[in-house]
């Protein structure tokens, strides 16, 4: 803890934990984002066998898209520890391709979902059609903003990577979005699983 | 404490990747992820019988633990963000376990 607190001492960080409040505060918002989701899961498991007189999940589901999906979102992930490896060894190069390409992966996701939900609204299932209509779309729409965010994230780190006015400590910086992007992907898993593959 | 360990072995924050994993380790971890995924999805075209849900939540549970444990590194930090991260989903899961109780979402 001493040595942790002399290395922030030497970047000009010093804290009274040693650990990077940066870190801290994200480790923070990522705990608190756990109840966000866990209320808006939480609303769709009760809400999701009130169809109404709408279409049912087993109807509007595309398990094999979503499946395909929720890979690319998986790689992402990958991608996104590439880059923060890179980051740590200080290769720029590496740093900025690894997260375009994190960049691009999660798009693709976000476009994935938007197809679905096109899909989904031209099959009967609106915002507005039942209460399993309302919690899904609310749930997946708040978590593909949050994608989309991520991915805004991203391309604006590998812009200010490139003209070099990344703030402070780089290989922190990347590490602390990697960490946002991460959680993103955690709280698909819990999604795809919950709402997609569990029948009601 | 293997961590203050091995920042006063190596002393520079180029070596943060040391207390963590080597590309091929994540790499690694990535296939497992793709593999657990693919058996998730084997669920909905096999029919797993009354393992079907026991199958899916534990896989669910495991391909969390994996990406926040190994990607997100906390296996390899400060035990303060594991507590930090841990609170807030136990509290979560806490809260909307009465909530859906509540609503007796287990006994229906």
Aim: proline share 2%.
């Amino acid at each position: 803890m001493a040595d942790a607190a002399v290395h922030h001492a030497d970047h000009g960080h010093h804290t009274s934990t040693g650990l990077s409040n940066n870190k801290l505060g994200m480790w923070l918002f990522l705990g608190s984002e756990c109840l966000l989701f866990g209320g808006l899961i939480s609303t769709y498991m009760i809400y999701r066998g009130r169809v109404g007189e709408g279409p049912r999940p087993g109807n509007v589901f595309d398990i094999p898209f979503t499946s395909v999906s929720s890979f690319v979102l998986l790689m992402s992930s990958l991608t996104m520890v590439l880059a923060v490896a890179a980051a740590q060894k200080r290769d720029d190069r590496g740093t900025t391709l690894w997260l375009t390409v994190t960049g691009l992966l999660g798009a693709t996701f976000v476009g994935g979902q938007v197809y679905e939900f096109t899909a989904m609204y031209t099959e009967g299932l609106g915002y507005t059609t039942s209460l399993f209509g309302s919690a899904f779309y609310t749930l997946t729409g708040f978590h593909g903003v949050h994608v989309t965010v991520g991915v805004i994230m991203l391309l604006s780190l590998v812009a200010i990577i490139k003209r070099s006015k990344v703030p402070g400590d780089k290989a922190e910086v990347v590490e602390l979005v990697g960490l946002y992007w991460h959680f993103v992907d955690v709280v698909w898993i819990i999604i795809f699983t919950l709402v997609y593959l569990i029948p009601t | 404490m293997t961590t203050t360990a091995e920042h006063t072995e190596h002393g520079t924050h180029d070596d943060h990747a040391e207390h963590g994993m080597s590309i091929m380790g994540y790499v690694k971890v990535a296939l497992i992820l793709a593999a657990l995924t693919a058996l998730e999805v084997a669920t909905y075209f096999v029919d797993f019988g009354p393992f079907f849900m026991p199958v899916l939540l534990v896989l669910m549970c495991v391909k969390f633990f994996i990406v926040v444990s190994y990607f997100m590194h906390l296996k390899f930090d400060n035990k303060i963000f594991s507590f930090m991260f841990y609170s807030g989903l136990f509290l979560a899961v806490g809260v909307y376990a009465a909530f859906l109780a509540t609503f007796k979402f287990f006994t229906a």
